[in-house]
């Protein structure tokens, strides 16, 4: 098993073409596996984890309901955002600047086969980065992702997931505010949940602006520890 994830940092970039380069690393784990299976060629598969931030975008997973979407075209443009239905699970979401979106492309049969261990992990790298924040994230019963103040009328989400898998091997991932514009959420109903609110790590700690790249280590130093694996970072871009 191939436990070496290769990172990359996109830095940011056009939501479009982040799905356009996800599929091909996607489509190439699975040629490799499905060519292992036909042929028994005992090839390994790759890995990847991709950081990126997005200019305003709206997506809608394949079950979502675009009436969560309270924008029309003209509106989406007046906003300076874009608009997508996506073949990830979940409902509607917003990604822009000040966001950490992290796309892990995974073989899980190099890890665990097990989608919702897979989910409950990433939401523990979201906890255990937070903790050492000094907050307290948690998961909501019944509501994938991480909220504060669970179970109170202050609940709030700060890190949205919906993920694809096919033959296990992921692709999409996280959305993490950090220091995010949250007027966009406005326009939307987040993940279709209605009366809930969504916050941001820099609005959480009463700053300004908070250090993503010291968020980025932290996220990573907690998927190592939970995935039991390694980021090979001769690949940043």
């Known amino acids: 098993m191939n436990k070496t994830i290769k990172l990359q940092d996109l830095g940011t970039k ?28 005992g090839l390994e598969t790759d890995n990847y984890f991709l950081f990126v931030a997005h200019p305003h975008v709206y997506t809608l997973g394949k079950s979502g309901d675009l009436s969560n979407l309270l924008l029309s075209e003209t509106q989406l443009i007046e906003k300076n955002a874009t608009f997508y239905k996506i073949n990830r699970g979940g409902d509607i979401t917003y990604h822009g600047p000040g ?19 897979y989910l409950r992990f990433l939401e523990e790298m979201i906890i255990r980065t937070f903790a050492e924040y000094h907050l307290k994230a948690e998961r909501s019963p019944g509501e994938t992702g991480v909220w504060l103040d669970v179970g109170t009328p202050f609940a709030r989400k700060i ?20 220091n995010a514009d949250l007027g966009y959420f406005d326009h939307i109903i987040p993940c279709g949940i209605k009366g809930k609110a969504v916050t941001s790590l820099n609005v959480e700690l009463g700053v300004d602006l908070v250090d993503e790249a010291e968020v980025k280590r932290k996220l990573l130093k907690h998927f190592e520890d ?11 871009v």
């Open 99 to 117: 966001q950490i979106v992290g796309y892990p492309i995974l073989d899980l049969d190099n890890f665990f086969t097990d989608i919702h261990k």
């Open 226 to 236: 939970l995935f039991e694996a390694n980021f090979d970072r001769t690949k940043l």
């Open 14 to 41: 056009d939501f479009k073409a982040t799905w356009d380069y996800q599929e091909t690393l996607f489509k190439n784990i699975l040629d490799t596996k499905i060519k292992n299976r036909r042929e028994d060629a």
């Open 159 to 178: 890190c949205a997931l919906g993920v694809r898998a096919s033959r296990w091997v992921t692709m999409h991932g996280f959305a993490l505010n950090v």
